[in-house]
């Protein structure tokens, strides 16, 4: 069964920066959809990014359009979230899922694996 780990979360000032990573192992994710997701405390669990298994499609959240990049190396079972100019609100926990399709979805039901998720902190 496929597992993923998510790392590159942590504590950063307003503006500031992250690059999340999220590797699969246990079988390999090479042609899966990857996505990353957030929730809030309280909130519902929300789409943020995600990217085909080739890395020709990318969809982002509007949110976050200008300042998030999804990206992938199949060769090393890994996909990345590069976080720039940090706000308060993207305070979250970040989760990475995998899907077998090829299309790039938003819908969290698509997805068929999901990592423990990695707490994202934006101070101010």
């Known amino acids: 069964h496929v597992q993923l780990v998510e790392s590159g979360g942590g504590l950063v000032q307003a503006g500031g920066s992250l690059r999340l990573s999220c590797t699969a192992s246990?079988?390999?994710?090479?042609?899966?959809?990857m996505g990353w997701f957030l929730q809030a405390p309280g909130k519902e669990r929300e789409s943020v990014a995600a990217?085909?298994?080739?890395?020709?499609?990318?969809l982002y959240a509007d949110s976050v359009k200008g300042r998030f990049t999804i990206s992938r190396d199949n060769a090393k079972n890994t996909v990345y979230l590069q976080m720039n100019s940090l706000k308060p609100e993207d305070t979250a926990v970040y989760y990475c899922?995998?899907?077998?399709?090829?299309?790039?979805?938003?819908?969290?039901?698509?997805?068929?694996?999901w990592g423990q998720g990695t707490q994202v902190t934006v101070s101010s």
């Open positions: 899922a995998a899907d077998s399709g090829v299309v790039p979805t938003t819908l969290p039901k698509r997805y068929n694996y």
């Open positions: 246990g079988g390999t994710c090479s042609r899966y959809v």
């Open positions: 990217i085909s298994w080739s890395g020709g499609r990318t």
